[in-house]
């Protein structure tokens, strides 16, 4: 089953050189709606994106947006939020607003983010994008563990695209 992960119905640009991506899902609870970009309302960010270049960049929206195959027992697959990409970088990125303590939203996080990216790396496109990235978000618990770099370390190992796990989004910067 070929996957569209980037329909123009699911899709959000910005070029500001802050701007944020919601998800009223992870902020309060709201069932069934997918995610976007927001350029004003800064309360309600649960990511903040910086563009220094004013680039272009787009953001599809994928849970509540992108079909994915049914598992046995008619169970859907995990999937993260969405994606942004911009030139040649992909980002697949995960929402949280949770004050949970310890990694247990960043396990949860990580494993919708493989989900999605086993099946965007089956797809033709994903050989469009020489930067790849996936951010677990937690607006809550915003700051990276050092506990972390082992699981971010297996992440690049095993997905190819380098882990962040933090609130803020740098699609230009090494560090993320």
């Not at 699911?10 to 899902?25: L, P, Q, Y």
């Not at 095993?158 to 962040?164: A, D, M, P, S, V």
Request: proline fraction near 2%; include cysteine; charge should be positive.
């Amino acid at each position: 089953m070929q996957v569209d992960f980037f329909g123009q119905e699911c899709k959000h640009t910005s070029c500001k050189s802050t701007f944020g991506i919601c998800d009223d899902i992870a902020s309060k609870g709201v069932k069934g709606q997918p995610a976007y970009l927001d350029e004003i309302n800064g309360e309600r960010w649960i990511a903040t994106v910086d563009n220094f270049y004013c680039s272009s960049i787009s953001f599809y929206a994928i849970d509540h947006c992108v079909r994915l195959p049914v598992l046995a027992k008619n169970k859907s697959v995990k999937r993260c939020d969405g994606v942004l990409t911009c030139d040649n970088t992909i980002a697949f990125v995960e929402l949280k607003s949770r004050n949970q303590f310890g990694s247990k939203w960043i396990k949860i996080a990580e494993g919708q983010l493989r989900s999605t990216i086993h099946y965007f790396e089956q797809e033709p496109e994903s050989v469009n994008f020489s930067h790849k990235r996936a951010y677990a978000i937690n607006n809550l618990r915003p700051m990276s563990r050092i506990g972390q770099a082992q699981r971010m370390e297996r992440f690049v190992q095993e997905t190819g695209y380098q882990l962040f796990i933090k609130a803020r989004i740098d699609l230009y910067s090494a560090e993320g």
